[in-house]
């Protein structure tokens, strides 16, 4: 696991926008894990979630990094550079 890229740079101290998935919750959905973008706070469902909308946070803000919101876990991602980050 990688412990930096050129992104880190770009993290922020950031409160997370709900207590799910903000987008899941607004239609109603469900989701299987959540990542934190560490730009703006984001709450976002995981890939292996049906609307995977951390990733589409990413594609329409172009903010490079999640992090998990599991218990427990304390990795992040960077989507430009595909790593995984020791955070």
């Given amino acids: 696991m990688a412990t930096s890229c050129p992104h880190v740079s770009g993290i922020h101290p950031v409160k997370p926008s709900a207590k799910g998935c903000e987008d899941c919750l607004k239609i109603g959905d469900s989701w299987v894990h959540l990542r934190l973008c560490l730009s703006c706070g984001h709450v976002g469902c995981c890939d292996s979630s049906k609307n995977k ?7 329409s803000s172009r903010h490079p990094i999640v992090r998990s919101l599991e218990p427990g876990e304390a990795w992040g991602w960077c989507y430009v550079d595909e790593v995984m980050l020791d955070l």
Avoid at 54 to 59: G, I, N, P, V, Y
């Fill in 53 to 59: 909308h951390a990733t589409k946070h990413f594609r």
